[in-house]
């Protein structure tokens, strides 16, 4: 592995040149008049796949924003591996909370300070890095193909929809997915990411009278809709924190001891977390620790409820409407199509007939999950042993990146989530860093992950 590592040495500023170049281009998804920017970091990225030793790289124009593709075969017959990234990134109000330009990238206490410099610029960065080291060295032991995006942080919708015809799947066909955009538990506990939760939310509104009505005059002859609602919702959790909806857990994968020990050895305090959140006391399901809870178990939450009077003083009614916003947060194998069907269900089931019942649904997300026996896990573990001389832990993360979910799906492929990012790098916030010595090292893992990958 020395001349990887002295490669990397030798060429090392020119890698944070030409990521610089990427970072410069201010490309916000989310804002319209930064449209001119995502082709040109589209076009950016084209090029530096080609200068790193790509056969070919093309833009690929969608209904969205452009993707980038970019290809290396040098053996049908060999195992091709598919990198993921994004190019687009988050907008960078407020700008005054920012110490540095957002998009004028500065090296400082060993960092690159930009929107971007972790997410995703710098990590997908040190794919097409690890690629051109591989190519150099004559050690590109398999295919690579590059697919970057530039909409995934508002929920890749042009991708999603790319990847569904035939001709495209053909286009992207690989054995495994690597994707370089997650975080490690902590800068001395590398971890691969093993768990993505998914989710399925909507409002759920109850109508009783057709107006608010006077509470002693009709008060005890029809329902109260807040009194319903509060009285369905309060049904769907028992004592021990768990979900009574009939079916519900049918789907839930259950961990293995081996995999429950595995994730509980991330650095964690109840202490440090109570504090962290503001709360004396934790509360959960029953059985497991907070990592457990977070990783890898499903939730449900009232993320908003309104109805009635709530202003100055007082008025006495019984309100025409209520309305809740509610939450649940899916783990593998739960499919979010299902169950948003069994808890509507379920809602109708109890809803009394003195109230009429609505549902809106909103976008619907599938969890995500890497087994830790997968061979190509323990490609990736040991890229990682490799290089930070300790077993990384699998760590399940609470959250979503849904097109990963969807690449399963559509592309029948699983993605080993090889992040190097840190809670500490202000993604999405001001300041976002990314550490140049991470930056190095992603770039030397990705190798070794190739090397093993190939290997098995
Ligand atoms: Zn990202």
Redesign the pocket.
């Known amino acids: 592995m020395n001349s990887v590592k002295e490669y990397i040495e030798q060429h090392k500023d020119r890698f944070v040149e030409e990521l610089f170049s990427l970072i410069r281009i201010p490309s916000i998804s989310s804002e319209s008049e930064h449209k001119g920017d995502m082709q040109r970091c589209a076009e950016r990225w084209c090029q530096l796949l080609k200068e790193a030793g790509a056969d070919h790289a093309e833009i690929i124009a969608t209904t969205g924003n452009p993707l980038v593709y970019g290809e290396k075969i040098i053996d049908p017959a060999k195992k091709t591996v598919l990198v993921y990234g ?1 190019y687009d990134v988050m907008p960078v109000t407020p700008l005054e909370l920012w110490e540095t330009e957002p998009f004028e990238p500065v090296i400082k206490d060993g960092k690159i300070w930009a929107r971007g410099a972790d ?2 610029k710098g990590q997908s960065f040190m794919q097409a890095k690890a690629f051109e080291t591989m190519v150099s060295l004559d050690k590109l032991p398999c295919n690579v193909k590059f697919l970057l995006e530039g909409e ?2 508002i929920g890749s919708p042009a991708l999603k929809e790319w990847i569904q015809e035939p001709a495209h799947k053909q286009k992207v066909k690989a054995d495994v997915i690597l994707v370089s ?1 997650t975080d490690m538990v902590s800068a001395e506990v590398p971890s691969i990411t093993t768990g993505l939760r998914g989710l399925v939310k909507f409002e759920m509104r109850l109508t009783g009278p057709d107006h608010d009505l006077h509470s002693g005059d009709f008060g005890g002859t029809v329902s109260n809709p807040i009194n319903v609602l509060s009285e369905m919702i309060g049904t769907v959790l028992d004592k021990r924190g768990h979900i009574t909806i009939p079916g519900f857990y049918d789907d839930v994968l259950t961990c293995s001891p081996e995999e429950r020990e595995l994730i509980n050895r991330a650095p964690y305090s109840d202490e440090a977390y109570k504090k962290s959140v503001g709360v004396e006391v934790l509360h959960g399901e029953e059985g497991y620790t907070t990592l457990e809870r977070i990783g890898i178990r499903p939730t449900f939450d009232v993320c908003g409820i309104q109805g009635g009077y709530s202003g100055e003083g007082f008025k006495t009614i019984i309100p025409s409407v209520a309305w809740a916003k509610l939450s649940f947060r899916l783990v593998a194998s739960q499919d979010p199509k299902r169950i948003a069907r069994l808890v509507e269900n379920y809602f109708r089931s109890i809803c009394p007939e003195s109230v009429k019942i609505e549902f809106t649904f909103y976008e619907k997300g599938m969890p995500y999950i890497c087994p830790i026996d997968l061979p190509e896990y323990k490609a990736a573990e040991k890229a990682m042993q490799d290089t930070y001389g300790i077993q990384p832990i699998p760590a399940h993360s609470g959250c979503s990146i849904s097109i990963v979910s969807d690449f399963e799906q559509e592309l029948g492929l699983k993605s080993i989530l090889l992040g190097f990012g840190l809670g500490a790098d202000n ?1 999405h916030a001001p300041n976002e860093n990314y550490r140049l010595d991470r930056f190095y090292k992603g770039i030397e893992t990705a190798v070794a992950f190739f090397q093993h990958y190939a290997e098995d």
């Open positions: 994004h997410d995703d995934e942080e955009d993604i």
